[in-house]
C-alpha cells in the first residue's frame, strides 16, 4: 500500500454537513499537505502542517495530525455544494537527496445541495 | 494575475508522434514540476527543475523530456517512446528550490493528453 492513504474513497453527504477525511502514511514525515482539485482542473493547496504541529485551522477547514498514529484528518465544517471535489493528501518524507513529496489517491467528495 | 499557464489543454496525438506540453509562470518560482496523474492513481513525479538550466528525473522520467531554459517556462515533451502516454499532465511551481518538491505547490489547469 501507498504513503499517504486517504479513506474514504468516496464521501456524499448533504450540504451543511461536516465532512471529514482521513490519511494515513507509513514513514516519519516532514510535513504533511492537503489540496482540493475540481474535476479535469489543476490542485490547489489548502492547508499544510509540519510534523511538530497537532492541528491547523483555515476557514471552515480544519487539519489535524496524529504522528503517533501517522495519520491526519481534513474537517470540512458546514459544507456546501462548491466543496465537491477531491482531496488529496501529500506526504513530505525523507531527508536530503531522499526527501520527496507522496500522493495518495484522493477522498472524491459530494455535497449534494 | 500571476500563476501557471498549461496549454492545450487538450491535446490528440497520433501514436509516434512526439508533443511538447507547454507551462508558463510568473510567480517567479524557483522550482518547476511535472506531474502525471491517471485514474485512481495519485500523481507521479515525472521530472522537476530548481534552477534554469537545470533538472532533475522524478519517478516516472522515462519516456518524456524536459528543457528550462528560461525561469518561467519548463516544456515537456512526450516522446514517442513513453508506451503509455494518455494522462492528465499537471505543472506545478514552488518558491523553495529544496529538492524534490517539498513546499507548498501551485498548480496549473492541466492538460490532457489523448493518443489515438
Known amino acids: 500500500s501507498q504513503q499517504g492513504e486517504e479513506d474514504p474513497q468516496a464521501l456524499s453527504i448533504q450540504e451543511g454537513e461536516n465532512a471529514t477525511m482521513n490519511c494515513s502514511y507509513k514513514?516519519?514525515?516532514?510535513?504533511l499537505q492537503w489540496y482540493r482539485q475540481n474535476s479535469g482542473r489543476g490542485l490547489v493547496h489548502l492547508i499544510l502542517?509540519?510534523?511538530n504541529e497537532r492541528e491547523k485551522h483555515s476557514g471552515r477547514l480544519r487539519v489535524t495530525l496524529d504522528t503517533s498514529k501517522k495519520s491526519s484528518s481534513l474537517l470540512i465544517t458546514a459544507s456546501r455544494a462548491a466543496d465537491t471535489a477531491s482531496y488529496f493528501c501529500?506526504?513530505?518524507?525523507?531527508?536530503?537527496?531522499?526527501?520527496?513529496?507522496?500522493w495518495g489517491l484522493g477522498t472524491s467528495l459530494a455535497v449534494n445541495p | 494575475d500571476g500563476g501557471i499557464t498549461q496549454s492545450p489543454k487538450y491535446l490528440f496525438r497520433k501514436e509516434g508522434q512526439n508533443v511538447t506540453l507547454s507551462c508558463e509562470q510568473n510567480?517567479?518560482?524557483?522550482?518547476m514540476y511535472w506531474y502525471r496523474q491517471d485514474p485512481g492513481q495519485g500523481l507521479r513525479l515525472i521530472y522537476y527543475?530548481?534552477?534554469?538550466?537545470?533538472?532533475q528525473k522524478g519517478d516516472i522520467a522515462e519516456g518524456y523530456s524536459v528543457s528550462r531554459e528560461k525561469k518561467e517556462s519548463f516544456p515537456l515533451t512526450v516522446t514517442s517512446a513513453q508506451k503509455n502516454p494518455t494522462a492528465f499532465y499537471l505543472c506545478?511551481?514552488?518558491?523553495?528550490?529544496?529538492?524534490?518538491?517539498?513546499?507548498?505547490?501551485?498548480f496549473g489547469e492541466g492538460s490532457r493528453l489523448t493518443v489515438l
Open positions: 502542517i509540519r510534523s
Open positions: 501529500a506526504t513530505d518524507a525523507g531527508a536530503g537527496n531522499n526527501r520527496k513529496l507522496i
Open positions: 506545478a511551481s514552488s518558491i523553495e528550490r529544496v529538492p524534490p518538491n517539498t513546499g507548498e505547490l501551485f
Open positions: 527543475s530548481q534552477i534554469v538550466n537545470d533538472f
Open positions: 510567480l517567479n518560482h524557483d522550482a
Open positions: 514513514t516519519s514525515i516532514n510535513n
